[in-house]
């Protein structure tokens, strides 16, 4: 049996063992099974003994353990390393590499959605664009490092926690950090990457009333949350006439690249794989 694994300390609420079990029955991977498993922080040596073992094939970590698994690690692929944060793991010659795909992930979603006119094959869309960040968890790094790719050179972070925000200063010293409650006049995007919004009706409380698109065109609202589908965040945004945008398509492309590197196999997002988030 080859088994997958997404570990992560809470996991119940975990969607990945519904997704990547959806692929390996697709592309008749008969004998592998993806589960998902709640370690403590003191069972992450005994984790890397199992894949060292050929117990454990390859495993997806989620929160908190993106950064805490990475001194176990033997080597890092260039995401992880810019981002300091480990989603994928997966052993090559008797080494465990740490893969970060949420950097991928997130450029493949945004490369979707923005720019939001024809300039789509544009090498660096983000460059000279403003983008806002709200949040500084541990998924921003990841987010940054992908809008960076995209050519983003003007990158402004806010979070409730100030230090934190600066700590992510020390990885990329080109953010700007903005006092939480505070925004810049107007930019093209602005992304939610804090958990607001998570529990329905619960709201970042910032006012972008004047982003309006009638006044600034081509504005992308962009929340990681996918459930709930529509958070405050972005339901304003849309009343106001923004483009907006929930985490899903992020959430699956991480799964399909991970998904890519512990088998070879590309897997579609089609349909079929979208409803199962519904
Ligand atoms: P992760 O485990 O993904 O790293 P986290 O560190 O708890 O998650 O990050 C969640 C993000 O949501 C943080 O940016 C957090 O802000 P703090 O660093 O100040 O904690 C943000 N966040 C959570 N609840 C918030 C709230 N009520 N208001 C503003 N930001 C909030």
Request: with cysteine; charged share 30%; aromatic share 8%.
């Amino acid at each position: 049996m080859r088994k997958y694994l997404v570990i992560g300390n809470p996991i119940e609420h975990s969607l990945s063992p519904l997704i990547h079990n959806h692929w390996i029955k697709k592309y008749n991977l008969v004998d592998s099974v993806y589960e998902k498993r709640k370690v403590e922080e003191k069972n992450l040596k005994n984790l890397i003994k199992e894949i060292k073992g050929d117990e454990i094939v390859g495993v997806n970590v989620t929160v908190p353990y993106k950064k805490l698994i990475i001194p176990f690690l033997d080597e890092l692929d260039f995401s992880a390393k810019e981002t300091q944060s480990v989603n994928t793991l997966f052993k090559t010659n008797n080494k465990i590499i740490g893969y970060n795909t949420d950097r991928a992930g997130f450029g493949d979603t945004i490369r979707e959605a923005y720019p939001l006119s024809n300039v789509s094959m544009e090498p660096q869309p983000l460059k000279g664009k403003c983008i806002f960040i709200l949040g500084a968890g541990g998924v921003t790094s990841s987010i940054i490092s992908a809008l960076k790719g995209e050519g983003a050179d003007n990158i402004i972070l806010s979070n409730r926690t100030k230090e934190k925000a600066n700590e992510l200063r020390k990885l990329f010293p080109e953010l700007e950090v903005l006092d939480w409650g505070k925004r810049p006049t107007i930019c093209n995007i602005v992304i939610n990457t804090t958990s607001v919004g998570l529990t329905k009706d619960e709201e970042v409380k910032i006012d972008f009333s004047d982003y309006d698109k009638s006044f600034h065109k081509n504005l992308l609202f962009y929340d990681l949350i996918y459930n709930p589908k529509e958070t405050v965040f972005l339901k304003k945004a849309r009343l106001r006439g923004n483009k907006t945008m929930n985490g899903k398509m992020m959430f699956l492309n991480q799964a399909k690249y991970a998904f890519n590197i512990w088998t070879n196999i590309m897997p579609e997002i089609d349909d079929d794989v979208i409803k199962l988030l519904d």
